[in-house]
C-alpha cells in the first residue's frame, strides 16, 4: 500500500495533469485554477503535517489537509456537471474516488490522534 505522503503528492499531481487536458475557457479556467490550488494545498500541507511540533500542530495541518481534500473533491464534481467530454468522464471518477478517500483516511487520522492527545 502506498504511504500517505507519496498518496498525496500523487493526488496533486493527477488533479494538476488532468487539468491541462480541460478546454481553455472564462467557465474551465476558474474551477480549474482553484482545483490546482486546493490539491496541490493537499499534499503540501500533508506533508506539514508530517513535521509538526506537537500533536495540536499536527491536528491542526490535518485539518487543512481535510478542508483542502474537500475542496478538491468539490470542484471535481463542479467540473464532472459541466464537462461534456465523455473520455474525461473516467478519470474525474477515479480522482472523486482518491480525494474521497483521502478526506476520509485524514478525518480518520484527526480522530486518532485527538484520542491519543486526550489519553495524555
Do not use: H
Amino acid at each position: 500500500m502506498i504511504d500517505m505522503k507519496a498518496r498525496t503528492k500523487k493526488f496533486t499531481i493527477d488533479c494538476a495533469l488532468f487539468c491541462s487536458k480541460l478546454p481553455t475557457s472564462r467557465e474551465f479556467n476558474a474551477y480549474v485554477n482553484q482545483l490546482i490550488r486546493c490539491s496541490s494545498s493537499v499534499g503540501a500541507n500533508y506533508r506539514a503535517s508530517q513535521r509538526a511540533k506537537s500533536t495540536a500542530d499536527f491536528i491542526n495541518k490535518l485539518k487543512i489537509v481535510e478542508e483542502e481534500a474537500d475542496e478538491s473533491c468539490f470542484f471535481l464534481e463542479i467540473i464532472q456537471e459541466i464537462n461534456k467530454d465523455n473520455e474525461l468522464k473516467v478519470e474525474i471518477e477515479k480522482l472523486l474516488k482518491e480525494g474521497n478517500e483521502i478526506l476520509a483516511i485524514t478525518v480518520a487520522s484527526i480522530k486518532t490522534a485527538r484520542n491519543n492527545q486526550n489519553k495524555k
